[in-house]
């Protein structure tokens, strides 16, 4: 099986390599549209900014090439939010594969830190990245955006407000935790994407 990791100017890539090696299998890293088109499966991970990563996708025609892969392609973290229509940061147009906006986190009260950072349990799972076993379970989680729940969650949390910690549509997954931070937890979420 050929997994292909989209490269482009994202800062979590070599941690997501590392993750998939240690459950035997080896990644090409990529940005050649062939070997992306090619592959069983693809990842499209993300640590960064939206404006800019979306600027860098556009002027490598990454953008078309992610919205029209047929094969499993798991977004992760900014990946997810990029997948959406519109994100508040930069105020960012974005891949529209998921019909709903990624949104600011507002502080409520003194505890609320923004970015969220560090572990978070998972609610309501469902869909084909998940068994039951993973719901009320801990993913690990770095971000200041997130995106509401809407008809394609596939698994909540909370901090602040509930949010979508999981989308799916079709062929397209996504987690806005680190699955490849989240140790067995994130090692199961990424077989089961192996294994579609």
Known sequence: MEVAIIKYNAGNIYSVDYALKRIGVEPVITDDPER???ADKVIFPGV???LSTMTYLKEHKL???ITELQQPLLGICLGMQLMCRFS????TPCLGIFDTDVKRFLPEKHEDKV???GWNKLKD????LFTTAQDGQFAYFVHSFYVPVNDYTMATTDYILPFSASLNKDNFYATQFHPEKSG???EAILTNFLNL
């Open 36 to 38: 992306i088109l090619k």
């Open 48 to 50: 960064g900014e939206a």
């Open 63 to 65: 953008d078309v090439l």
């Open 88 to 91: 508040e940061e930069g105020n």
């Open 115 to 117: 970015p969220h950072m």
């Open 125 to 128: 799972v469902k869909g084909k």
């Open 184 to 186: 067995d937890v994130g």
